[in-house]
């Protein structure tokens, strides 16, 4: 069974650029997140979609970040524009509806300049 | 908001030595979930425990949780190299809520 896909898996841009990140879940899972994780800090939840609907995106700062999973499968994480503080690993996981367990993806690492 | 506070932050033990990771919470647990994560790579899921005084071993790995105490622990008997890595608790904050919220880590260095 293939796992969560993400790319790109590095990335480097300068500030007020702009950046794109696309993750495909695991195949058959109904849920995908995007959590954002900063260099000694667990991840952070970012959004959680159930499908194609946004279940939970209270913590994305919705000023430069937006995501979307149009036909419910793969999704695109957008910052715009980026800013030095986001530098981070972003992930991507999914789980099958109703259940707790998620997989996550490799990760994308974007640094900032 | 729910918080996970992990001890230790990092942990240098020799190989063939146990070791054993905590993680407490502000809040009661509902799920308690054990990932495994290796520099520049994502999360490996190791184990998931949701009730309390439950216990649940993979290989050399043992995990319990104290829902009393609102914690819990990650125990490695007999460390391998294959064991170094930064291991994280992630909890859910209501019953069937999937939203997690993670610990700092804990880094953990074998030695030979």
């Known amino acids: 069974e293939a796992g969560v896909a993400q790319s790109p898996r590095y990335k480097i841009i300068e500030k007020r650029q702009s950046v794109a990140f696309w993750c495909n879940p695991i195949s058959g899972h109904a849920t995908l997140y995007w959590y954002q994780q900063i260099l000694g800090q667990g991840p952070k939840l970012l959004i959680q979609f159930q499908n194609n609907g946004v279940v939970d995106d209270s913590q994305l700062p919705k000023d430069r970040f937006s995501a979307e999973r149009l036909k419910g499968v793969d999704s695109t994480l957008k910052i715009q524009p980026a800013k030095l503080e986001d530098s981070a690993v972003y992930l991507c996981?999914?789980?099958?509806?109703?259940?707790?367990?998620?997989?996550f993806g490799a990760g994308t690492r974007l640094s900032v300049l | 908001s729910q918080e996970l506070e992990q001890s230790p932050q990092s942990l240098i033990v020799q190989e063939g030595k146990n070791l054993t990771i905590n993680c407490t919470s502000s809040?009661?647990?509902?799920?308690l979930y054990w990932y495994k994560q290796k520099y520049g790579e994502g999360l490996i899921f190791l184990m998931m425990?949701?009730?309390?005084?439950e216990e649940k071993s993979h290989e050399k790995i043992t995990a319990k949780l104290d829902e009393k105490k609102q914690q819990s622990s990650l125990h490695i008997t007999a460390s391998q190299p294959s064991h170094a890595g930064i291991y994280l608790c992630g909890a859910s904050s209501n019953f069937g809520n999937e939203k997690l919220t993670f610990g700092t880590g804990t880094r953990l260095t074998i030695i030979p």
């Open positions: 996981a999914s789980s099958f509806q109703g259940k707790n367990i998620q997989y």
């Open positions: 809040k009661t647990l509902y799920g």
């Open positions: 425990l949701q009730k309390g005084g």
